[in-house]
């Protein structure tokens, strides 16, 4: 697959001395590479394969002839494109015609339609299936001591991404209804379920961002089913609703989250556990939502006993504030309230995951021209942010770290470094993996305790006028010899 971090040049880093009393890099290099040939392989790199991908195009019901641009070759294309620098489909059809001119393959043409009619015909399924099992996948191998107390815990999250103004994108994600028609652009929401051990993404959905149906708590009755019996939830106050509460209870899931915003917390009444510490109960809401059938309202539980507790934080201020947590883990011996408040310390992690995807993956503004390439950049962007991941769980076990340890900054920089045209093949990336996990192993998350930045830039940018008018009316009236001022 033409991902950046298969196939390294050998010999491309010099691994420098240490101090006598310290291993040196090159004694560390050594270790871990030892250590991994013991492991039993990388159970996620097996995920991505041509007769993998073949068969699951094949249950997508995906025909192709015996063309240059597979399903293989095309997704492989498509994930080179997300973590390249330049996402342009022109650019990802030069570095395939580089990877053939060193083999002595025939060239092809240079333009791009063949490759953009293949990602078209490549099955939306395909893709967020790849994504899914590949989280999965790494999910499930997380060690012991990443967990909470043997129990994996899931951080369900929202955001929003934009993404070009075209019709088909208009009719499925509308824009804001503040906006102007044919001033504005698409605005799509997405939910994301992570994992808080190793930061994977198990499973996401996209939806619009207005209309009924279509806030966050709506896309989590979505993907329900990623919550299993004996994991943990740990979500902020939007989703601290009675009915996802119960919802996940009926699923064997526990929940830590914070107090929802239309609720009142009482220590004086409830059974008391401890200093701001307490379990009250909750009764059902006599009003029934509207999205929920009589029948399942009559299968919610009348109440709900469930664990509050008292949280101090430190805000950018230096003012304290304080946070109340709500859980269904009641038993204080097995759960102590520090550790609930550690756990939801760590709920920040799913901003900083989003963050990452967004920012540093550049999936904030997608470029798909249709609903269903839209769906397939972000299906893309997950397998790409996911394989990224992969390597860092496998990098921070060999290490004996944490994966929240390393940065996926310096991950990503490093996977970028080594060689940038070549085609995936798990046997070549096991070969040389030792040296690009050690690398990986070596960006630590630094110690930040109450840092802050002003959200605010120095340099300024280029000054452009804003477009008041559509972009096509625009160009008419240029076409007549108007001058387009900043009034129009």
Known sequence: MFVHFAIPFPGVVTLASAQSTVPSSRDQFRALRDQLQNQPGLPFLDLLCPRLVAEIARQCHHQWRNRIYTPWITLSLFLSQVLADDQSCTEAVDRFQKYRADRGLDPVATQTGSYCEARDRLPEDLTWELARRTGRSIHQKAEGPWLFQGRPVKIPDGSTVSMPDTKANQAAYPQQKAQAPG????IARILVVFSLAVGTVLEAVLGPYQGKETGELALLRQVMGQFQPGDIALADRLFGTYWAIAAWQSRGVDVVTRLHQCRKADFRRGRRLGVDDHVVTWKKPQERP????????EAMPATLSLREIRLRVRDKSKRIRTVVLVTTLRDAEIYPAAEIRALYRQRWHAELDLR?????????????????????????????????????AEAARASEVKPRQLSFKGAQQTIRSFEEVHLYDPRRIKADLPRLLHLISRKRVGKRPDRYEPRAIKRRPRPHRLLQIPRAQAQRLIARGFIIDDKM
């Open 183 to 186: 001033l504005g652009f698409p």
């Open 290 to 297: 509207e999205w929920m059938s009589r029948d399942e309202y």
């Open 356 to 392: 990452s995807l967004k920012t540093m993956m550049r999936m904030e503004v997608l470029r798909g021209q249709s609903p269903e390439m839209v769906r397939k950049e972000v299906a893309v962007h997950l397998l790409a942010y996911n394989l990224i991941r992969g390597l860092m």
